[in-house]
């Protein structure tokens, strides 16, 4: 089944990535892609979905999708250089994977973010994304 980074959320303040589960009175229900555990987020919670975000490059910017699909090329199988990896490390992937980055609006550390996503999607759903206009299939 593929991922639909409309689901996929990051909470601030907490690792990892959460999937949207259901509305609640007192905010929203998530369940971490890891280990599968619940929780509701609150109103005043800090909530990105994956599908809102984007990286700037030279030329304006590119969806965090396209960036990610663009990771699966470069690695194919193999997972992305880990968030711990020194900045030369993730400033040489990014260069090999989008050349055009801008180098004064991309940090390394939402190169680190990026590359714990990648992963973390990689591990724990599918690299397989829905395309805008596709419908997700019930399980």
Request: with cysteine; hydrophobic share 35%; proline share 2%.
């Amino acid at each position: 089944m593929k991922t639909n980074l409309q689901k996929i959320l990051t909470v601030s303040g907490y690792p990892g990535l959460y999937k949207y589960v259901a509305q609640a009175n007192a905010g929203v229900v998530v369940e971490s892609l890891s280990d599968n555990k619940r929780m509701v987020c609150g109103m005043s919670a800090k909530l990105s979905s994956l599908s809102d975000i984007s990286v700037f490059t030279d030329e304006g910017e590119v969806k965090l999708q396209q960036l990610l699909e663009k990771m699966r090329e470069k690695l194919g199988e193999e997972s992305a250089p880990s968030g711990k990896s020194d900045a030369a490390k993730l400033k040489s992937f990014f260069e090999e994977v989008l050349p055009d980055y801008d180098r004064d609006r991309f940090y390394t550390s939402h190169m680190k973010k990026v590359v714990d996503w990648y992963n973390n999607l990689k591990e724990f759903a599918t690299l397989e994304f829905l395309q805008e206009g596709e419908e997700e299939v019930a399980e």
